[in-house]
């Protein structure tokens, strides 16, 4: 579990985070949501350390992190994994070399055993048999899967990833939520994904932080993310297309549920015959200013006008 509490950063006096809490289950895949420019890859680098915030504080599993002595900080940062977003593989390294990398900085693993361990990581994200390929050799999604087997490589308990979706196309960018979101159960770490795709919120959004303006303007689940208030979450969301037709068919599906129960309690007054099994007439006679008379205004229960 990550704790941070009350974290500021300004640069050159222009104010980027402005006081953000939370906490960060173990076992999940929280996300940092928010549109570009709020600020969300600055938090990330503030929780990592690789940015010192102005104020606030940051714990990894009870152990205070920011400021503390720089043993202490060394031996959490080991801890940690890290995707970045255009997946920082060494060029000039193979595969499995960029996999092992880590393994040599942070371990005292024999090398045979780092062998065993890249082949290990390399099968869990799917890419057995690619050791000996160059980053130039495979593809964006392929890189990215690269990426995760070396965060993963020296056991990490933390798991970071910004934008690990960008660029893919979005079966591959699912398929790589997906790979994550597994890797966090099956391991049980504190994974933490920096992302403004409402594809992954749907997927993988155990727990999803909306940043506005270096604001946390409102933390839940991805099922509840369709219900909330938040005019700023709200146009967000509705920025997404996807996302707007989710909600649409959300919607109708609850205006029907409403409707069905409320034709159910009128049916079972004896006012109305129930909508499900016949027409219901809305008007016996014809009005005098509808002489065409109730077949005009004739509907179904489920059927909308
Ligand atoms: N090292 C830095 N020095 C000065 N300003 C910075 C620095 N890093 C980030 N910023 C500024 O902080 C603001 C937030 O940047 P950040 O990269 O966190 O945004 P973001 O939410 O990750 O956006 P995106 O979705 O585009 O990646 C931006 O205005 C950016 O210019
Ligand atoms: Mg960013």
């Not at 906490?23 to 709020?38: H, I, R």
């Not at 361990?117 to 130039?136: I, Q, T």
Request: proline fraction near 4%; charge should be negative.
């Amino acid at each position: 579990m990550i704790e941070i509490h009350n974290i500021h950063k300004a640069f050159n006096g222009k104010k980027v985070l402005d006081g953000v809490s939370g906490v960060f289950e173990t076992g999940k895949t929280n996300l940092l949501l928010g549109a570009s420019g709020t600020g969300k890859s600055v938090l990330l680098k503030c929780i990592v350390g690789l940015i010192k915030p102005d104020l606030g504080s940051v714990t990894f599993d009870g152990t205070y992190f920011t400021n503390n002595k720089l043993d202490i900080r060394q031996e959490i940062r080991r801890k940690i994994g890290m995707l970045f977003q255009g997946s920082a593989l060494f060029d000039s390294m193979t595969v499995e070399q960029n996999v092992e990398f880590p393994l040599k900085m942070l371990t005292d693993m024999t090398k045979e055993e780092r062998k065993e361990r890249v082949d290990f990581c390399l099968k869990r994200v799917g890419l057995e048999g690619a050791n000996k390929k160059m980053p130039s050799e495979i593809s964006g999604g392929m890189k990215k899967r690269v990426g995760i087997a070396r965060a993963i490589a020296p056991h990490c308990t933390y798991l970071f990833c910004d934008e690990p979706n960008s660029g893919l196309d979005p079966q591959t960018a699912l398929k790589i939520d997906e790979l994550i979101k597994e890797i966090t159960e099956e391991y049980n770490i504190t994974t933490i994904i920096v992302t403004h795709d409402m594809n992954s919120v749907i997927e993988i959004g155990d727990k999803i932080f909306f940043l506005y303006e270096g604001k946390k303007l409102w933390e839940g689940t991805r099922d509840d993310i369709m219900d909330t208030d938040i005019k700023e979450l709200n146009d967000f969301i509705f920025a997404n297309r996807l996302m707007r037709d989710a909600k649409k068919v959300e919607e109708e599906e609850r205006e029907e549920e409403e409707e069905r129960r409320y034709n159910g309690q009128l049916a079972s007054q004896g006012k109305e015959k129930a909508p499900s099994e016949e027409s219901v007439e809305t008007e016996k006679e014809p009005h005098p200013d509808n002489p065409e008379g109730p077949a005009a205004t004739t509907q179904t229960g489920n059927d909308k006008v």
